[in-house]
């Protein structure tokens, strides 16, 4: 059992050690969480549906428009209930775009929760899963949208809605110079279009649209009173301004030398009011309303929206943030250093870093202040919200400055209101949605009741002794195919139950196998492990009888041993008890050959050799050890470490542990004498910046480290004042401050020569702690954080917040590669520096809450069946989401797809395809995120209809079944089939299983299996050779590792898995010669080689952009 758990770095079955935990804290995790309640803004926002973030925010600033929410709300489209519609309208796509969105409306007002979908609006447009995983641009959605409504409503009482508040008219105007005749040509907007390029605010881009332009020479006017072509003037005059104003920024434009589309992020400034009178008689002044950003490039990005709540229906209390100061002498002390160890850098770049930083700090300023602009209406200040998808946050007038541009992020939508425009009354729900809201508002409140009062619950798992093996001084689960945290007997605790409470429960619970039992028995709480070893953390003696479960940290699924005392064996192994005494499985390798070695990480140097002593049979004292960690470094461990523990040594399981015969180890010295008779040893020297650059330098080994320190200063030409630190690159680790004075031969392995170390500027941590660099871009220069490895990241947040200036909820970290560039998220918050693999030495970059790298986007090819044949597949779609994405919300995204077209969610089964194309692993976690279903960059997946709902069952596999003909000899008749014949399925159970599913009277001696070989396009013969008494079932001596098929088709050589194509051949009254081999075989595996080969030369087409499109309009 031990041994097949044993794999070496690199190996197929190799995994890092982790605990076996329930997927939640508490028995809620069993039940689907309920919906969040409204956030603490008042408001609901809406869920991105892949990249429907344009969407959101345009009807987000729709539903916040006091007067079309009032006009939608009005709608008569049902009588007494949803049931019953009226006859307003017929049936068809109008009434289910309007029904689709007054439900939309009515739930973001009334509904208790704090995002709703948009799936049932854009269901209605006719749009298939394919359209909203694609990003549109908010102004052609809102053209074709309003365009939309409008014609909707014609006929109805509703047929002015829009031209009375959306629509306006210009006036194009065109003047003879010769006769002065004027022609004149009326035209109806939505929105008005300005030019962003050269103009510096929204005033002179109207003066630009208003302006006249003389017609002449190639581009002369045909006057008809004249008859001929003339000079002429031509003007656009503003007829008609709409109440509700909309002025779309320009901000896109096509470069004529590079063919490429380009974003205009200049600065384009908007004012609270604007004086429309300036450019159309009777108008007045608008007040600013919403406004609707972009962020991004011109190829991609993110929309959201700025929008003021006009009824007040929100909790507008955007204070309580800290201030973010801008004064020089208020930055972090050492930054004026930074600053002088850059003025050797080119200049140009340096002036662009100080851009972007004076940039930084003024947005980050912005988001605590109002909005320092001269307003006659101080109403406009109060009262925004920021909607960004599922997150509404109330925000000061002073971000609206924030998108006037300058940085990727830039207004693109600004809609302004008639100042003379009353504002209403909050609008009334229809009666006929207030039982539906009622309902659903009460069942999310009793569902968050039940999940609340669960989540007060957790269940331990009650484990007797006769669960384990005894293993190399470790207990050892004996079933390795059922979690360990599902054995035993489960019980339900509260957590504010007590410690006495659980020990009387286990009490009576084994009353009748084990009498008095905390008399005869010992009770530990116990976390499993990955590696199938019980972790022993602490007797339940050990903790207060009146102590509740939470306060003595027993977590839910956490196992509860119960352990026979007076057993010498088991006794031994309880002495390692504790946090810290953690079984592990090394890697052993000697003169060549490998074999584990099972310890604990409380044992000492000393034990584990005394063990190796027992296993090898090689003397104590003879007996070398080299640990090879998988970050790199090869480290001899010396005598002085034989009192040291592996956890102190930082083993951890699965690392390469070499064992050498001391005798034919011989040092390399280089050591000399001088003339004082000190020792000379031969080291090597690198400057942190230029780590490819080692010198050799020979010191004295009778030097402290703060000799060599000071040595260093004068070789790397280091000013007096500087402070340096030294940090040894065999393990990676700074020489601590306590340790500046001790001697550099004392330092393990320094004698033996080469040893390297790397100088740094900066002070030397205090011993158990490490330097931790944060920065906000890649080109700054980065503060430092001394912390310890234990520190959670939530802790360091805390620290880099105090030195960056911003909240910790304003930003989140990530790790960089040795490039400087941010690579991944520090998400787990609760993780240590040391779990979350951040080391002594890394750079943090500190980024916005809401950035998206490019790294955490999941690229993937999406295809379909063509046919009824499983293996006859096309590619569909091609999407980019988030890692995080949920398989259900994947399914969500492609549930309208018209070439899928499954019925509902649990009618969708989404599956890997193999390099050659063929259906393999089915997810089945709904839950969990792309990434943690490891779902990479380029996957391939297949999304099937089913006719059925997939059972819940894991321990089953998807195989598809087929008959072979051996006279034509090709398959026939396949047909997809869910296989589950418990965790260790044999091969009697498949027999049996294909000769049902087929529906044959054959008996299993006259049939015979084989599965198909995807990958090297092969069949291979499923059988059991031994005699009829023995097959099926598991014999008293362990098969070997090539042969556990036998007993476990998951195992080799089978290895049964998802997509496995098995055939059956009838053989009658004796087995024939067939080898199961089809003529299409080889010709298959040819056209898979050469999509390989071509797939290497070219890359996969662009889709091709797409226009946004409504249903018919």
């Given at each position: 059992?031990?041994?097949?758990?044993?794999?070496?770095?690199?190996?197929?079955?190799?995994c890092?050690?982790?605990?076996e935990?329930a997927k939640?804290?508490?028995l809620?995790g069993?039940?689907?969480?309920?919906?969040q309640?409204?956030s603490?803004?008042?408001?609901?926002?809406l869920?991105?549906?892949?990249?429907?973030?344009?969407?959101?925010?345009?009807?987000?600033?729709l539903?916040?428009?006091p007067?079309?929410?009032?006009?939608?709300?009005?709608?008569?489209?049902?009588?007494?209930?949803l049931?019953?519609?009226?006859?307003?309208?017929?049936?068809?796509q109008k009434?289910d775009i309007l029904?689709?969105?007054?439900?939309?409306?009515?739930?973001?007002?009334f509904?208790?929760?704090?995002?709703?979908?948009?799936?049932?609006?854009?269901?209605?447009?006719?749009?298939?899963?394919?359209?909203?995983?694609?990003?549109h641009?908010?102004?052609?959605?809102?053209?074709?949208f309003?365009?939309?409504?409008?014609r909707?409503?014609?006929?109805?009482s509703?047929?002015?809605?829009?031209?009375?508040?959306?629509k306006?008219?210009?006036?194009?105007?065109?003047?003879?110079?010769?006769?002065?005749?004027?022609?004149?040509?009326?035209?109806d907007?939505g929105?008005?279009?300005?030019?962003?390029?050269?103009?510096?605010?929204?005033?002179?881009?109207?003066?630009?649209?208003?302006?006249?332009d003389?017609l002449?020479?190639?581009?002369?006017?045909?006057?008809?009173?004249?008859?001929?072509?003339?000079?002429?003037?031509?003007l656009t005059?503003?007829?008609?301004?709409?109440?509700?104003?909309?002025l779309?920024?320009?901000?896109?434009?096509?470069?004529?030398?590079?063919?490429?589309?380009?974003?205009?992020?200049?600065?384009?400034?908007?004012?609270?009011?604007v004086?429309?009178?300036?450019?159309?008689?009777?108008?007045?002044?608008?007040?600013?309303?919403?406004?609707?950003?972009?962020?991004?490039?011109?190829?991609?990005?993110?929309y959201?929206a700025?929008?003021?709540?006009?009824?007040?229906?929100?909790?507008?209390?955007?204070?309580?943030?800290?201030?973010?100061?801008?004064?020089?002498?208020?930055?972090?002390?050492?930054q004026?250093?930074?600053?002088?160890?850059?003025?050797?850098?080119?200049?140009?770049?340096?002036?662009?870093?100080?851009?972007k930083k004076k940039?930084?700090?003024?947005?980050?300023?912005?988001?605590?202040?109002?909005?320092a602009?001269?307003?006659?209406?101080?109403?406009?200040?109060?009262?925004?919200?920021d909607?960004?998808?599922?997150?509404?946050?109330?925000?000061?007038?002073?971000?609206l400055?924030?998108q006037?541009?300058?940085s990727?992020?830039?207004?693109y939508?600004?809609?302004?209101r008639d100042?003379?425009l009353?504002?209403?009354?909050?609008?009334?729900?229809?009666?006929?949605?207030?039982?539906?809201?009622?309902s659903?508002?009460?069942?999310?409140?009793?569902?968050?009741?039940?999940?609340?009062?669960?989540k007060?619950?957790?269940?331990l798992?009650?484990?007797?002794?006769?669960?384990?093996?005894?293993?190399?001084?470790?207990?050892?689960?004996?079933?390795?195919e059922?979690?360990?945290?599902q054995?035993g007997?489960?019980?339900?605790?509260?957590?504010?139950d007590t410690?006495?409470?659980?020990k009387?429960?286990?009490t009576v619970t084994?009353?009748?196998?084990?009498?008095?039992?905390?008399t005869?028995?010992?009770v530990?709480?116990?976390q499993?492990?990955?590696?199938?070893?019980?972790?022993?953390?602490?007797?339940?003696?050990?903790?207060?009888n009146?102590k509740?479960l939470?306060?003595?940290?027993?977590?839910?699924?956490?196992?509860?041993?119960?352990?026979?005392?007076?057993?010498?064996?088991?006794?031994?192994?309880?002495?390692?008890?504790?946090?810290v005494c953690e079984?592990?499985?090394?890697?052993?390798?000697?003169?060549?050959?490998?074999f584990?070695?099972?310890?604990?990480?409380?044992?000492t140097?000393?034990?584990?050799?005394?063990?190796?002593?027992?296993?090898?049979g090689?003397?104590?004292?003879?007996i070398?050890l080299?640990?090879?960690?998988?970050?790199g470094?090869?480290?001899?461990?010396?005598?002085?470490?034989?009192?040291?523990t592996?956890?102190?040594l930082?083993?951890?399981?699965?690392?390469n542990?070499?064992?050498?015969?001391?005798?034919?180890?011989?040092?390399?010295?280089?050591?000399?004498?001088?003339?004082?008779?000190?020792?000379?040893?031969?080291?090597?020297?690198?400057e942190e910046?230029?780590?490819?650059?080692?010198i050799?330098?020979?010191?004295?080994?009778?030097?402290?480290v703060?000799?060599l320190?000071e040595?260093?200063?004068?070789?790397?030409?280091?000013?007096e004042?500087v402070p340096?630190?030294l940090?040894?690159?065999?393990?990676?680790?700074?020489?601590?401050?306590?340790d500046?004075?001790g001697?550099?031969?004392?330092?393990?392995?320094?004698?033996?020569?080469?040893?390297?170390?790397?100088?740094?500027?900066?002070?030397?941590?205090?011993?158990?702690?490490?330097?931790?660099k944060?920065?906000?871009?890649?080109?700054?220069?980065?503060?430092?954080?001394?912390?310890?490895?234990?520190?959670?990241?939530?802790e360091?947040?805390?620290?880099?917040?105090?030195?960056?200036?911003?909240?910790p909820?304003k930003?989140?970290?990530?790790?960089?590669?040795?490039?400087?560039?941010?690579?991944?998220?520090?998400?787990?918050?609760?993780y240590?520096?040391?779990?979350?693999?951040v080391?002594?030495?890394?750079?943090?970059?500190?980024?916005?809450?809401?950035?998206?790298?490019?790294t955490?986007?999941?690229?993937?090819?999406?295809?379909?069946?063509?046919?009824?044949?499983p293996?006859?597949?096309k590619?569909?779609?091609?999407?980019s989401?988030?890692?995080?994405?949920?398989?259900k919300?994947?399914k969500?995204?492609l549930?309208?797809?018209?070439e899928?077209?499954?019925?509902?969610?649990?009618?969708?089964?989404?599956r890997?395809?193999?390099?050659?194309?063929?259906?393999?692993?089915?997810?089945?976690?709904?839950?969990?995120?792309?990434?943690?279903?490891?779902?990479?960059f380029?996957?391939?997946?297949?999304a099937?209809?089913?006719?059925?709902?997939?059972?819940g069952?894991?321990?089953?596999?998807?195989?598809?079944?087929?008959?072979r003909?051996?006279?034509?000899?090709?398959?026939?008749?396949?047909?997809s089939?869910?296989?589950?014949?418990g965790?260790?399925p044999?091969v009697?159970?498949?027999?049996?299983?294909?000769i049902?599913?087929l529906?044959?009277?054959?008996?299993?001696?006259?049939?015979?299996?084989?599965?198909?070989?995807?990958?090297?396009?092969?069949?291979?013969?499923?059988?059991d050779?031994r005699i009829?008494?023995e097959?099926?079932?598991?014999?008293g001596?362990?098969?070997?590792?090539?042969?556990?098929?036998?007993?476990?088709l998951?195992k080799?050589p089978?290895f049964?898995?998802?997509?496995?194509?098995?055939a059956?051949?009838?053989?009658?009254?004796?087995e024939n010669?067939?080898?199961?081999v089809c003529?299409?075989?080889?010709?298959?595996?040819?056209e898979?080689?050469?999509?390989?080969?071509?797939?290497?030369?070219?890359?996969?087409?662009?889709r091709?952009?797409?226009?946004i499109?409504i249903?018919?309009?």
């Amino acid at each position: 059992m031990i041994e097949d758990l044993f794999a070496e770095e690199g190996d197929e079955n190799y995994c890092v050690l982790t605990a076996e935990q329930a997927k939640s804290d508490s028995l809620a995790g069993e039940m689907q969480a309920p919906p969040q309640s409204r956030s603490p803004s008042g408001f609901v926002g809406l869920l991105n549906q892949g990249s429907t973030c344009y969407l959101n925010s345009l009807f987000q600033a729709l539903f916040m428009t006091p007067e079309l929410r009032s006009a939608i709300f009005s709608l008569p489209l049902c009588e007494n209930s949803l049931s019953e519609l009226s006859s307003w309208l017929p049936e068809g796509q109008k009434r289910d775009i309007l029904q689709a969105l007054q439900e939309l409306f009515v739930k973001l007002a009334f509904i208790d929760e704090k995002a709703i979908s948009t799936a049932n609006l854009t269901r209605s447009f006719g749009w298939t899963g394919e359209e909203v995983i694609v990003q549109h641009d908010v102004q052609e959605l809102s053209r074709v949208f309003f365009d939309c409504l409008d014609r909707t409503l014609q006929g109805t009482s509703f047929s002015e809605l829009i031209s009375n508040y959306c629509k306006g008219k210009f006036i194009n105007v065109t003047i003879c110079s010769i006769c002065g005749n004027e022609s004149a040509r009326e035209e109806d907007f939505g929105d008005i279009g300005l030019k962003v390029k050269n103009c510096k605010n929204v005033y002179e881009s109207l003066d630009h649209l208003v302006r006249e332009d003389i017609l002449d020479g190639n581009n002369q006017y045909f006057c008809e009173l004249c008859n001929k072509k003339v000079n002429a003037i031509r003007l656009t005059k503003i007829h008609k301004i709409p109440q509700l104003l909309t002025l779309s920024l320009n901000r896109f434009e096509y470069d004529m030398k590079t063919y490429e589309r380009q974003k205009i992020t200049q600065n384009f400034e908007y004012p609270l009011e604007v004086d429309m009178g300036r450019y159309c008689q009777n108008a007045d002044v608008y007040e600013l309303f919403a406004v609707i950003i972009h962020g991004g490039s011109a190829h991609s990005g993110h929309y959201h929206a700025y929008i003021r709540d006009i009824l007040r229906e929100g909790n507008w209390n955007p204070g309580n943030e800290p201030q973010v100061i801008k004064k020089e002498e208020e930055k972090p002390k050492n930054q004026k250093k930074h600053k002088q160890s850059r003025k050797n850098k080119n200049k140009r770049k340096n002036q662009g870093q100080n851009k972007k930083k004076k940039n930084s700090e003024e947005d980050t300023t912005y988001e605590y202040k109002d909005l320092a602009r001269p307003c006659m209406n101080e109403e406009l200040l109060r009262n925004w919200f920021d909607f960004n998808d599922s997150n509404v946050t109330a925000i000061r007038s002073g971000k609206l400055q924030k998108q006037f541009g300058g940085s990727n992020e830039t207004a693109y939508i600004l809609i302004y209101r008639d100042k003379n425009l009353k504002n209403p009354s909050a609008p009334v729900m229809p009666k006929y949605w207030e039982n539906p809201i009622k309902s659903l508002n009460d069942s999310n409140n009793e569902h968050r009741v039940k999940y609340e009062e669960l989540k007060t619950f957790i269940e331990l798992q009650i484990q007797t002794f006769e669960l384990f093996d005894i293993n190399d001084d470790a207990l050892v689960y004996k079933n390795t195919e059922v979690q360990a945290i599902q054995q035993g007997i489960p019980i339900k605790f509260r957590q504010t139950d007590t410690v006495e409470d659980l020990k009387n429960t286990i009490t009576v619970t084994l009353i009748d196998d084990i009498e008095e039992v905390f008399t005869t028995h010992q009770v530990y709480i116990a976390q499993p492990l990955s590696n199938k070893c019980a972790h022993l953390l602490k007797p339940l003696d050990s903790i207060e009888n009146s102590k509740t479960l939470k306060e003595s940290a027993i977590w839910h699924k956490a196992c509860i041993l119960i352990l026979p005392r007076c057993n010498k064996i088991l006794e031994r192994i309880l002495d390692f008890t504790g946090e810290v005494c953690e079984p592990i499985m090394l890697n052993c390798y000697y003169e060549g050959d490998k074999f584990p070695l099972l310890v604990n990480k409380a044992w000492t140097i000393f034990k584990v050799k005394e063990k190796i002593q027992k296993v090898l049979g090689v003397p104590f004292e003879k007996i070398e050890l080299r640990m090879r960690k998988a970050e790199g470094g090869d480290k001899k461990i010396t005598r002085k470490d034989e009192d040291s523990t592996l956890n102190e040594l930082k083993f951890y399981h699965s690392m390469n542990l070499t064992v050498l015969p001391i005798e034919e180890h011989i040092p390399m010295v280089e050591l000399k004498k001088n003339d004082e008779g000190e020792g000379l040893v031969t080291i090597l020297l690198n400057e942190e910046n230029t780590p490819d650059k080692a010198i050799q330098h020979l010191v004295v080994s009778q030097w402290k480290v703060k000799d060599l320190i000071e040595d260093c200063r004068k070789v790397f030409n280091f000013a007096e004042g500087v402070p340096l630190r030294l940090r040894k690159l065999i393990d990676k680790k700074v020489i601590c401050k306590e340790d500046i004075d001790g001697y550099l031969k004392n330092i393990p392995e320094f004698m033996d020569g080469g040893y390297r170390f790397q100088v740094e500027k900066g002070e030397p941590p205090a011993y158990g702690l490490i330097v931790v660099k944060i920065a906000l871009n890649c080109d700054d220069e980065p503060n430092e954080l001394f912390v310890k490895e234990t520190d959670r990241i939530s802790e360091v947040k805390q620290k880099a917040s105090e030195v960056l200036g911003f909240a910790p909820d304003k930003f989140k970290m990530y790790r960089t590669d040795w490039l400087k560039e941010p690579i991944s998220a520090l998400k787990q918050e609760n993780y240590t520096l040391f779990k979350a693999a951040v080391k002594d030495g890394d750079l943090l970059l500190a980024k916005p809450i809401d950035t998206v790298l490019d790294t955490e986007m999941v690229k993937m090819f999406i295809y379909t069946n063509t046919s009824e044949d499983p293996f006859d597949i096309k590619q569909t779609l091609e999407l980019s989401l988030p890692e995080e994405t949920q398989l259900k919300q994947l399914k969500e995204m492609l549930l309208g797809n018209q070439e899928i077209n499954p019925r509902s969610l649990p009618f969708m089964r989404i599956r890997e395809i193999t390099k050659t194309l063929w259906p393999g692993k089915v997810y089945k976690e709904d839950l969990k995120g792309l990434k943690k279903l490891s779902i990479s960059f380029g996957a391939n997946l297949l999304a099937e209809p089913k006719e059925i709902a997939d059972p819940g069952s894991f321990t089953g596999v998807y195989i598809y079944l087929c008959e072979r003909n051996t006279v034509e000899k090709k398959i026939e008749n396949i047909i997809s089939c869910f296989f589950d014949a418990g965790g260790c399925p044999n091969v009697d159970n498949l027999y049996d299983f294909a000769i049902k599913k087929l529906g044959k009277d054959w008996g299993i001696g006259k049939i015979t299996l084989a599965r198909f070989k995807s990958q090297s396009f092969e069949w291979e013969i499923i059988k059991d050779d031994r005699i009829a008494e023995e097959r099926g079932k598991l014999l008293g001596t362990k098969a070997n590792n090539t042969g556990q098929g036998i007993y476990n088709l998951k195992k080799g050589p089978y290895f049964l898995k998802d997509g496995d194509l098995i055939a059956v051949k009838f053989n009658g009254d004796g087995e024939n010669d067939d080898d199961f081999v089809c003529e299409g075989d080889a010709k298959a595996r040819e056209e898979y080689y050469k999509r390989k080969q071509a797939s290497k030369k070219t890359n996969r087409p662009a889709r091709p952009e797409k226009a946004i499109k409504i249903g018919d309009f």
